[in-house]
């Protein structure tokens, strides 16, 4: 499993078990990719030997292509988590501010500390807080204010209208970082991944990863989109060849609409599985428009149990104890034919 290192410092990560486990515990996507996209993943490993391109050219031009926006403006990470961390180099320096909600993704607590920042945390005590409350804890010397959308853990989500008020209110200087790690899930029209707000706002960086509904969070792709004056500031902390050849072969050959949208029916589709079949009176299932749900239990200890039961059948699931939600445990969508064995296993948890 993996392991605390240090509450503060350091990203405590989903279980490293998965040889003949179901894993639910990272969010990933357990359908897999495409064969095609596998086999360019084996062809190009005769080319291990030389480097990749330097920024990842190629992988840019067609997630540009893809998403019908300016090259110049992208840049790729080793996951949007390296993009994240090259946001705090190229923006802050030891005592500025940085803004989060409380329970939102870790990486955020663990850079903000990192990088000797002092931490505004709101506390959404609530799970879906609206951004005028937000609003309230921040002030102007904010240097960068980071939401998830949705977010992880909890799955709350902001709608555009409520999202683009929130951006005209705050201080020019204020950087947002959306993180949209999980937005191809949504096909709501009322939701946006703030990408075509980069165009209207020069304070804006949209984060995505090819990590979630993508499957290819073993390779290590993400990338960032904002205006050149804040691209061209995370140009300069970033790395040469920070992505692997394999990676972003893989990422280039994974774009593609119509399988995108089946990965996101399909979610939902298995999503209101677990919601209907689920049935044990000692967990409360919280649903989610991302690629997993939250089960509540009544107690730290229930939890505890409930966690320890599904290892001991083979499934990993996420405590949210780390994130400072003991009663909590986060569950990814799996498969069709997981998701029905955990249905039955989950069923049958007595405590
Ligand atoms: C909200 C959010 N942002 C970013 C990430 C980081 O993803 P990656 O570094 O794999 O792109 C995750 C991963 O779980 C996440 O949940």
């Known amino acids: 499993m993996g392991k605390i290192m240090n509450k503060n410092n350091t990203y405590q990560g989903g279980a490293e078990n998965f040889k003949g486990f179901i894993r639910l515990s990272s969010n990933e996507n357990n359908n897999g990719i495409p064969a095609k996209v596998k086999k360019i993943i084996s062809q190009n490993a005769k080319f291990s030997h030389i480097?990749?391109?330097?920024?990842?050219?190629?992988?840019?031009?067609?997630?540009?292509?893809?998403?019908?926006?300016?090259?110049?403006?992208?840049?790729?990470?080793?996951?949007?988590?390296?993009v994240l961390q090259m946001i705090f180099n190229a923006f802050t320096k030891p005592g500025?501010?940085?803004?989060?909600?409380?329970?939102?993704?870790a990486m955020y607590r663990v850079f903000a500390n990192n990088f000797k920042c002092k931490s505004l945390v709101f506390n959404d005590k609530?799970?879906?807080?609206?951004?005028?409350?937000f609003k309230k804890k921040y002030n102007s010397k904010v240097k960068l204010i980071f939401l998830a959308?949705?977010?992880?853990?909890?799955?709350?989500?902001?709608?555009?209208k409520e999202l683009v008020n929130f951006i005209k209110s705050i201080n020019e200087k204020t950087i947002l970082v959306l993180d949209s790690a999980y937005s191809e899930y949504l096909l709501n029209a009322d939701y946006t991944d703030g990408i075509h707000l980069v165009n209207k706002f020069k304070n804006i960086i949209v984060t995505k990863t090819f990590s979630k509904i993508f499957g290819l969070g073993g390779l290590r792709v993400g990338w960032g989109y904002a205006q050149n004056q804040l691209?061209?500031?995370?140009?300069?902390?970033?790395?040469?060849?920070?992505?692997?050849?394999?990676?972003?072969?893989?990422?280039?050959?994974?774009?593609?609409?119509?399988?995108?949208?089946?990965?996101?029916?399909?979610?939902?589709?298995?999503?209101?599985?677990?919601?209907?079949?689920?049935?044990?009176?000692?967990i409360?299932?919280?649903?989610?428009?991302?690629?997993?749900?939250?089960?509540?239990?009544?107690?730290?200890?229930?939890?505890?149990?409930l966690n320890n039961f599904a290892i001991k059948n083979k499934i990993t699931v996420r405590s949210l104890k780390s994130y400072g939600l003991p009663n909590f445990i986060r569950m990814s969508v799996g498969t069709k034919k997981e998701i029905k064995r955990v249905v039955e296993v989950l069923n049958n948890f007595n405590v």
């Open 51 to 82: 480097y990749p391109e330097l920024n990842s050219q190629s992988l840019i031009k067609k997630i540009a292509d893809y998403n019908k926006i300016k090259e110049q403006n992208i840049i790729i990470g080793a996951g949007s988590d390296e």
């Open 96 to 105: 500025d501010y940085v803004m989060y909600s409380k329970y939102s993704f």
């Open 126 to 133: 609530n799970f879906k807080f609206k951004l005028e409350d």
């Open 149 to 160: 959308n949705p977010n992880n853990p909890t799955g709350s989500i902001f709608l555009k």
């Open 231 to 282: 691209i061209q500031k995370l140009y300069q902390v970033k790395k040469p060849f920070n992505v692997s050849r394999i990676a972003s072969a893989a990422a280039y050959n994974i774009l593609n609409k119509n399988w995108v949208k089946k990965q996101a029916l399909l979610n939902i589709s298995n999503k209101s599985y677990i919601l209907s079949r689920l049935n044990n009176y000692n």
């Open 284 to 305: 409360e299932i919280i649903d989610t428009d991302a690629n997993f749900v939250l089960l509540k239990l009544g107690s730290e200890k229930k939890s505890k149990m």
